[in-house]
């Protein structure tokens, strides 16, 4: 277990409908990260937030969004689904607002738009 | 922006042979290089990292080699075992961004 925890582990759903992927970081980190891997594809970086605010955005599509809670747990949310959403969604955790020690990844959720 | 760069993208060898992947970043003010693996369907997991004040860093069978002057590092790995088999992906940040970027990852495969 590393300590960070997303839920949930499997969802299957169909297009056009909306999903909530939740993260809870490890305790102590600030930061959370969100990655995206498609089928044998490398992690796409979305979105990150630390201590409640946004602080970088990737190639986030307008239907995604996220946020995080005053409890630093996080929610990214999926919209108007396609099947090319279909993908590994990693939740990623540090202490601080940089990478200088390194991401701890949650085990992700595997997310099936049919 | 930054990029990074992973080369090669799969990469077979025989039990007990080395493997060593390579990656460039693009901005000269990375200082922060680390290394994850990731087997099928599961996490990637931190194995090892460098920082920029350090060319050389070593754990066990795992070495990772930083050249800042060329802006590219590598990892090796010496007598390679079958579950040594995974992906391996490459991350640099600092310098201009505090996230990390990844490189497009190694699929190692480590034949008995």
């Known amino acids: 277990d590393s300590g960070v925890t997303q839920t949930p582990k499997h969802l299957i759903t169909a297009t056009g409908q909306r999903v909530t992927l939740r993260c809870s970081p490890r305790?102590?980190?600030?930061?959370v990260y969100w990655y995206q891997q498609s089928l044998d594809q490398g992690l796409q970086f979305l979105i990150q937030?630390?201590?409640?605010?946004?602080?970088a955005k990737g190639n986030i599509l307008e239907r995604f969004s996220a946020q995080q809670f005053p409890d630093l747990h996080s929610e990214l949310n999926l919209s108007s689904l396609e099947l090319g959403d279909s993908a590994l969604y990693f939740c990623?955790?540090?202490?601080?607002?940089?990478?200088?020690?390194?991401?701890?990844f949650g085990s992700g959720t595997r997310l099936t738009v049919v | 922006g930054e990029n990074v760069e992973q080369h090669p993208s799969t990469l077979s060898v025989q039990e007990g042979d080395s493997a060593v992947i390579k990656c460039t970043y693009s901005?000269?003010?990375?200082?922060?290089f680390p290394w994850y693996k990731q087997e099928l369907g599961k996490r990637p997991q931190l194995i090892i990292d460098i920082r920029s004040n350090v060319g050389e860093k070593k754990d066990q069978r795992i070495a990772v080699t930083l050249n800042k002057t060329a802006k590219h590092f590598s990892l090796h790995i010496t007598e390679t075992q079958p579950e040594d088999s995974a992906v391996y992906f490459c991350?640099?940040?600092?310098?201009?961004?505090?996230?990390?970027?990844f490189g497009t990852g190694t699929r190692l495969q480590v034949f008995p």
């Open positions: 990623a955790s540090s202490v601080d607002q940089g990478s200088n020690y390194g991401y701890t």
């Open positions: 901005d000269s003010a990375s200082n922060y």
């Open positions: 305790s102590g980190d600030l930061s």
């Open positions: 991350a640099a940040s600092g310098g201009n961004t505090d996230k990390l970027i």
């Open positions: 937030y630390y201590n409640g605010e946004e602080r």
